[in-house]
């Protein structure tokens, strides 16, 4: 079993930035991709991020440049640096991670933006 733990959520003023980290109970390798999904309030979830065993990286467009997504295996870790933060940028940041057709999913943080 896997365990995904998220952190770095919070509350900020638009334009601010936000580090977000996801720590697994296992090491990385394991996963052929991990990634970021956010979920509004009254909204589904959608895809922000993701980065492949192999780092490659892809994108929402909603991002405009603005995230980047990278990774740190002996941490164990996927992060998602968030800069230039929207209003509409207001979600439940959930980090995901792909092992064969499983995807195991964190329990999210809350990224609030707003002045």
């Known amino acids: 079993q896997v365990q995904l733990v998220e952190s770095g959520g919070g509350s900020v003023q638009p334009g601010g930035s936000l580090r977000l980290s996801c720590v697994s109970s296992r090491g990385i390798f394991i996963f052929s991709a991990m990634g970021w999904y956010r979920q509004a309030p009254g909204k589904q979830r959608e895809p922000v991020a993701t980065?492949?065993?192999?780092?490659?990286?892809a994108y929402a467009d909603f991002v405009e440049g603005r995230f980047t997504i990278s990774r740190d295996s002996p941490k164990n870790t996927v992060y998602l640096q968030i800069n230039f933060l929207k209003p509409e940028d207001t979600a439940i940041y959930y980090c995901?991670?792909?092992?064969?057709?499983?995807?195991?999913w964190g329990h999210g943080t809350q990224v609030t933006v707003s002045s």
């Open positions: 995901n991670a792909l092992q064969g057709s499983y995807t195991y």
């Open positions: 980065i492949s065993d192999t780092g490659n990286t």
